[in-house]
Every structure is written in structure tokens, then in C-alpha cells.
């Protein structure tokens, strides 16, 4: 059944739709420098809850830097004081999904809000905006990190974050994310939401609640 509330704002996440990402390759960028396995990374970053700690923003990206390399019986004057190369290592494992874009604008110019929400770290969210993919920089009017608001998806608290940055009433907010529990998150706030399932369908799914949304060439 089509919703009746107008949408007025758009979040999207960001990883597994607008950008891949794959830990191993930052596990073997890591294990390459430090002269260890790509499984003793991932056990020092992953397994040891270290990451969900810095997505969570209860660690500083030196902070953070200077466990992993403990976790991994290595120096800490291997990290310089900012805690690279480590983090630049460990975050060069994203690449652009380019064909989410033309919806993005297509949504700009029909007058709808747009912005990012998304679990994620300062080192990873860092190196993903030096990289100026048009994809995921300069568009979004409301970035809604993780590590900034101190909550993670599917948690209640993250979305009602979202809601008063986005300034719009929960139900004219919509969300697209690749996790069924953090779309569920949403319907729970009482967003409308779908899952991600490729940049057509969620066209379709937006073009439904939005008659008036031109489609995107």
C-alpha cells in the first residue's frame, strides 16, 4: 500500500549502496605493513570489538590505532601521533557505487532532502571524503554518523538523531539500507524505508511514493 505522508527527506546508507567495501583488503593492506596475517588484522580489529568501539565514537582514531597495534604485539612507534599509516591502511576498502547517483539528483532537483546515515568510524568516513567520490560528497545536507551521535543501527536513538537533523515529521522521512534490521530500525521510528536491493528497484520504490519524481537518465 502506498504511503500517504509526502516524503520530504531521503537517508541513505552508505555502505552497500553508496560505496563496496571489503575488510579484507584492509586486512591485507595492514598485514602487508606490519608484517603479520590478514587473519591476526582482522582478529585484532573485528573479533576483538575494537571496531565496534570506534563506530560506536568511544575511541579517538589515535586511540584506536594504538590498540590494534598492542592487539597485534606490535610498537606503537610504528603509528605517527595521529595513528597512521595504520588507519589509512585499514580504511583504503571502499570503492564508489557511481549508479546510485543519478537518483540522488534526480531527488535534489524534485525539492527532497538528501542525506547519509550510517554506522561507521572518523577513519573510514575520513578517508572515504578525501576521496571526493561524487557519489558520497558534496550532496548530502545531513550526515548522521555513528561515531558522532554515539549510537548504532538498528538502535531507536540513531533515527530519532536523524529525524531532528533532518527537521521533517517521522513519517516523511524514507531510508534505504542493505541490513533488513536497520530498515526495520526505521519502520520501528515510524520512517517509511526498503531494503537495498540495486539502484533500480529503489527508484522504483521511491517513484511509487513519489509520483512526482522524474526518472533518472
Request: charged share 20%.
Amino acid at each position: 500500500m502506498t504511503p500517504s505522508a509526502p516524503i520530504r527527506f531521503v537517508y541513505f546508507d552508505l555502505g552497500n549502496v553508496l560505496v563496496g567495501f571489503d575488510p579484507q583488503r584492509g586486512c591485507r593492506n595492514v598485514a602487508a605493513w606490519a608484517g603479520v596475517s590478514p587473519a591476526a588484522v582482522y582478529r585484532a580489529v573485528w573479533d576483538s570489538g575494537l571496531e565496534d568501539q570506534f563506530e560506536h565514537g568511544r575511541l579517538s582514531p589515535a586511540e584506536f590505532a594504538r590498540q590494534v597495534v598492542r592487539n597485534l604485539g606490535l610498537s606503537e612507534s610504528l603509528l605517527d601521533r595521529r595513528g597512521q599509516p595504520l588507519l589509512d591502511l585499514l580504511s583504503d576498502m571502499f570503492t564508489p557505487l557511481p549508479e546510485i547517483l543519478p537518483l540522488v539528483e534526480s531527488l535534489r532537483r524534485s525539492g527532497i532532502g538528501v542525506g547519509i546515515l550510517s554506522n561507521t568510524c572518523h577513519a573510514h568516513w575520513d578517508w572515504i571524503q578525501r576521496q571526493r567520490w561524487p557519489v558520497c560528497w558534496g550532496w548530502s545536507q545531513k550526515n548522521v554518523l555513528s561515531f558522532e551521535v554515539g549510537h548504532m543501527k538498528p538502535a531507536a536513538d540513531i533515527y530519532a538523531a536523524a529525524q531532528r537533523q533532518a527537521g521533517v515529521p517521522a513519517e516523511q522521512l524514507f531510508f534505504t539500507d542493505d541490513r533488513e534490521e536497520n530498515v526495520a530500525g526505521a519502520l520501528a521510528a515510524g520512517w517509511q524505508a526498503a531494503p537495498f536491493l540495486g539502484a533500480q528497484d529503489l527508484i522504483r520504490q521511491l517513484e511509487r511514493r513519489l509520483p512526482e519524481l522524474c526518472q533518472p537518465r
